[in-house]
């Protein structure tokens, strides 16, 4: 949306020699340096998907930095600061922010607009370079995007004296999912067994209670043994979740990285997406399933009673009470929901989002 109305040039970070990223998933390593998108467009999976993103943009850049700090990171910061220099931008809008761009520091525009998905670490991911940094940099950045009223609270509480610069947007729902073709899906059929599909997926981490999903999950087999539970991401494990989740035959666990074909895959066969995490501020989880037309049953953590209205997109209970999980599991799974609507789009945030460059 934005893009559409300004010239818009996109820089995007990867890392060599990961050819699974948070969003993008390459079908083979990209080698250090600056690349145009046509010039991996055909290294890439899931390519109608980002199409749609990159569609009105002036230009779009990747970076692709080694894996460890040192001369590369130094000179691809140069070629990225001289890229934020030479442009004469308006508007530089960071989408999160890591010591491995610290030239980041040296930009300069009327105005820096910087995305901030999570104020404060989640539970197990806290950082102290990143922490130092990344409040470092708060001192130049003329404003702030938060996506819920939950995490504008959470940030004011503790950055107060930035409070005047915080703009709260809504996230929109992930329809370009939507055009994902499923051909190459064949070998995930074996995952859909049992009459009802809940679908856990997404990066684990501690603070999505993933231990407590397997530990209820057994409970609920026992109630209703047409169940079957799948797990879906990278992440570490420890011994005695892996062997819990290894003992339940109505668990499958896909312990990899999950490409968007892939996702959309099991989400079209899933009856009901669980998230059941211990702190959240929001999720593109929910975004992700709302797209698919799939209901979510969510704890009551962070903003996702901002995102999730029972009985029309899903449940929400009491964080780590196994008798209230349970009755929105089950709920969940014999109401019908209109999870979008007759919603198709997210022209209805477009006025909001156009007002950060105001």
């Known amino acids: 949306m934005v893009s559409e109305k300004y010239c818009l040039d996109v820089v995007i970070v990867l890392i ?45 850049n990747f970076l692709v930095f080694k894996k460890n700090y040192g001369i590369n990171t130094v000179l691809l910061n140069f070629k990225l600061l001289c890229l934020m220099l030479k442009g004469g931008y308006s508007f530089i809008h960071f989408d999160d922010i890591s010591p491995r761009i610290f030239s980041a520091l040296f930009a300069y525009s009327k105005t820096i607009i910087l995305n901030l998905h999570d104020p404060v670490p989640h539970t197990g991911e806290f950082k102290k370079s990143d922490k130092f940094f990344r409040q470092l940099f708060f001192f130049k950045v003329h404003k702030f995007c938060l996506y819920s009223n939950y995490s504008a609270e959470l940030f004011r509480a503790k950055f107060n004296n930035f409070k005047d610069r915080i703009v709260v947007l809504n996230l929109p729902i992930y329809f370009s999912y939507r055009r994902i073709s499923l051909s190459q899906c064949s070998q995930l059929k074996s995952c859909l067994t049992g009459d009802k599909l809940i679908l856990f997926f997404g990066r684990i981490s501690e603070y999505k209670g993933l231990p407590f999903l397997v530990d209820s999950f057994k409970q609920f087999t ?47 066969n899933c009856d009901l997406v669980v998230c059941p995490y211990t702190d959240a501020t929001q999720s593109g989880v929910i975004m992700t399933a709302m797209a698919l037309n799939r209901p979510v049953v969510a704890s009551n953590v962070g903003s996702f009673e901002e995102y999730i209205i029972e009985g029309q997109n899903g449940q929400l209970y009491m964080q780590g009470d196994f008798k209230d999980f349970s009755r929105a599991i089950f709920l969940g799974l014999n109401t019908l929901y209109e999870v979008s609507g007759a919603t198709t789009s997210n022209k209805h945030l477009t006025a909001s989002y156009l007002s950060v460059y105001d």
């Open 222 to 268: 026992c109630r209703a043994d047409n169940l079957h539970l799948v797990i879906a991401g990278s992440g570490k494990v420890d011994d005695r979740l892996s062997k819990l989740i290894n003992a339940n035959d109505h668990i499958t666990f896909i312990n990899r990285f999950i490409s968007s074909s892939e996702l959309v895959f099991l989400l079209r």
């Open 16 to 60: 060599e020699g990961e050819t699974d990223q948070t969003v993008f998933a390459t079908k083979k390593i990209i080698k250090s340096g600056i690349y145009k998108w046509s010039d991996i467009r055909d290294k890439v999976n899931d390519t109608c998907v980002f199409d749609a993103y990159f569609e009105y943009c002036r230009s779009v």
